[in-house]
């Protein structure tokens, strides 16, 4: 292919963690924006300039949940990057995983509408790819 004829995609870079805690619940927020506005997901959300993935996990699980980890305490699941993912577009995101005590607080904040801690055996249906991200994190534990 010449480069007069490649076809470059534009790529979004996100990430999004996985909070468990050591009596097997996840937290997850309730989305207020579109796509899946009211849909339940991970915490997560895009990569800002200058960020790596890991700071920007933990930056975005305390802007939307209210929940405080230090980025060395997170552990990459994956890259996760089909196509598909996204309706919005192509949408790449690194997953990451932290436990927390039972007692961990969570609080909706930025564009979360709810924080819930969940049983990893009794979930909503999650947003985008969200459940084989969380069926990935939990694999690992």
Request: charged share 25%; hydrophobic share 45%; glycine share 8%.
């Amino acid at each position: 292919m010449s480069a007069s004829t490649e076809k470059f995609e534009a790529l979004r870079y996100t990430a999004d963690v996985i909070v468990v805690t050591t009596d097997d619940r996840v937290l997850l927020i309730e989305r207020g924006w579109d796509p899946h506005k009211g849909a339940w997901a991970l915490p997560g959300g895009h990569v800002d300039p200058g960020e790596t993935s890991r700071t920007a996990a933990a930056r975005e699980l305390r802007e939307e949940a209210g929940v405080a980890v230090d980025p060395t305490h997170l552990h990459q699941v994956g890259v996760f990057d089909d196509p598909g993912r996204d309706p919005r577009g192509r949408y790449i995101t690194a997953a990451y995983l932290a436990v927390v005590p039972e007692d961990t607080v969570a609080t909706a904040g930025d564009d979360a509408v709810r924080a819930a801690w969940f049983n990893v055996n009794d979930l909503p249906a999650l947003a985008f790819d969200h459940a084989s991200i969380l069926d990935a994190a939990l694999a690992r534990i």
